[in-house]
């Protein structure tokens, strides 16, 4: 019988599974001379996660201003490549290891330190600059704003979106984050969120079209290879909102 990865993982605690890839990604590169941070982002590291098998998100990211990302990617990819066979996706590189739980489970976004985020580009050659971890500070001090319901919204929107609606997962934690605190305290706070957005979609458009990533810094729409069309996401507000 095949063993699949959402079987290994289940039952272990996700923080130990964190704690495991970033560990594993330290070894693979060990002898490495220049300087380095591995951490996690995604939904793992933000708990936001519905599967036991999802992927884990790990940043490795080279320290320190003033480096070329392009000659660091090289030396990343020949590094991991003595010992596994590894190939870039759209952002992130992967292990190619069908035995492995590391080379399933584990996308790793190559990054140089960009003022307090992380500057990447993608399969296009397109710059990328994101906010990892304030993405997950403030997810968490939400959190506690709206008594624990803000991820258990965000869990709730992904489970449904699943069958219906093909959207990023990043794009609706984003969309959550904005829904003042308050709303969260309504009895159905997962259907008070969707009426909120929208409203504000469909009454304030000026005012959604302006709207945040959850990290604060980004704005969540734009021309950008990471950014949305506001109707894109009105109409995936819509499908949500109506079922």
Not at 30 to 52: A, M
Not at 57 to 75: A, S
Not at 95 to 118: C, H, K, N
Not at 161 to 183: A, G, K, T
Request: proline content about 6%; glycine content about 8%; charged content about 30%.
């Amino acid at each position: 019988m095949t063993v699949t990865r959402a079987r290994l993982a289940a039952g272990q605690p996700n923080a130990f599974l964190l704690s495991w890839a970033e560990n594993e990604l330290r070894d693979a590169l060990r002898g490495f001379d220049r300087p380095f941070e591995i951490f996690g982002q995604g939904s793992r590291v933000n708990d936001t996660f519905i599967e036991p098998g999802s992927d884990i998100d790990l940043v490795l990211m080279l320290t320190g201003p003033g480096h070329d990302w392009v000659e660091f990617r090289d030396e990343i990819l020949a590094t991991l490549g003595q010992n596994h066979l590894v190939r870039m996706g759209r952002r992130c590189l992967n292990i190619d290891d069908p035995d492995s739980l590391f080379g399933e489970m584990v996308d790793i976004l190559v990054a140089t330190e960009y003022r307090q985020g992380v500057f990447f580009r993608d399969s296009e050659g397109r710059p990328i600059v994101n906010f990892p971890k304030q993405h997950r500070r403030n997810g968490d001090d939400k959190q506690g704003r709206t008594g624990g319901r803000f991820k258990e919204v965000v869990r709730t929107a992904k489970r449904r979106r699943r069958d219906v609606v093909d959207v990023p997962s990043y794009l609706l934690e984003c969309l959550l984050y904005n829904v003042p605190d308050h709303v969260y305290r309504a009895p159905d706070a997962y259907r008070s969120a969707l009426d909120w957005l929208h409203r504000c979609h469909r009454e304030e458009s000026a005012v959604f079209a302006a709207l945040p990533c959850q990290n604060g810094i980004n704005r969540l729409f734009g021309p950008g290879p990471d950014q949305w069309e506001p109707d894109e996401a009105g109409r995936i507000i819509d499908v949500l909102h109506s079922i």
